[in-house]
């Protein structure tokens, strides 16, 4: 991509022969006076570009005699705001380039002289413009399973470019970065030991789906029935309805959010609709070789609230009933395996019991089974 140049300064105060300062040479300068300085030449581009660096050539003098590296400061305009890129010296008599580290999409750059000892001669100020590409990430595990709260962040040569958090569907969207650039990405989640993935160039613009599977930290290893039970509350995180929205409000392992009082019932609108996984019991024998074998038997609450009689159960064209979360909750959970490095088989589904029968709010207890391996 080329060097562009401003096309236009709309303040030069204390500036003489302001233009030559992007008339595309490196003879005629712009000159700011030590008498003058710390007086901005802004000037503007034609239009908002995507540019990743910026180069000045100048020079400090005492005239007539050259002196330095001009002692300058310069901030460039993106996101409704200025923000400063460089204050300090730059190498006289040649080009000296300033890496932006990310690239902006830049409107206006402005420099000034931060020395009263020196006029400062701007021959050329020019930026590195850059193709962009626009990236959607889809977190998924080994199973192709979405993979809700997961933290990514990209950097490039030790810059941070972005980092974001997934959302219910595995999902972060429209992360603007460089093309033709070489990113490193981490993927972080608490718990979880971070998964990394590096030497990525980015040439076009993909939906990625990037598979790989979280392990446990040992540190946060807290044994087999919690492991299930956090995975539990990711998968049930990560359903969406068809419209891309989350069918659960709250997905936290029991912790008696709600209960059979008057304060437990109040806390249902709070959490509704919800789902709320817990380790129920195990089912222990041994084998012809007296090996010990454990079942354990895990129960998912699920409930929801409504304004109108009977809605909470049943649901309507707006809003999904328990009922139907059910049947949603045994697709994700029934005949589903945790993933590599868990030590159980499948979840099976054995039933589930209607717990609040109110006209408003509804909730049922169901009930999964694995065995440990």
Known sequence: MP???????????????????????????????????????????????????????????????????????????????????????????EYYEIDLGLARQISWVRIKSNSGDYDLLLYDIGLWQVDIETVDIRVTDELGRSAAAVTVTCSRDGVEQFSETTDAGGQITQQTIESGQSYNFT??????????????????????????????SIGTDLGEVARIEQWIVDTLAALTDDNNKAIFKTVEIWKHQVAATKAGFEAFGRHAPFAFPSYDYTDGAREGDYDLRQAFVFSIMIGNTSKADGIARTGNANKIGTLKMRDLVIAALDHKHPGAGFDCDDLHYLRDIEIVDMPKTHALQMQFRCNLI
């Open 187 to 216: 993927f972080s989640k608490t718990g979880f030991r971070d998964y990394e993935i590096n030497g990525v160039t980015i040439d076009a613009a993909t939906d990625w789906i990037i598979s790989h599977l979280f392990y446990p």
């Open 3 to 93: 060097w562009i140049r401003p096309n236009n300064h709309t303040l030069a105060t204390g500036w003489s022969d302001p233009a030559n300062a992007y008339d595309g040479t490196e003879v005629t300068d712009a000159t700011n006076t030590a008498a003058n300085y710390n007086n901005y030449l802004q000037m503007s581009l034609a239009a908002a570009t995507w540019c990743s660096k910026l180069r000045l050539y100048s020079q400090d003098i005492d005239p007539p005699n050259p002196v330095a590296g001009a002692d300058v400061t310069i901030d460039i305009y993106y996101d409704d705001d200025w923000h400063e890129c460089f204050n300090g010296q730059a190498t006289a008599g």
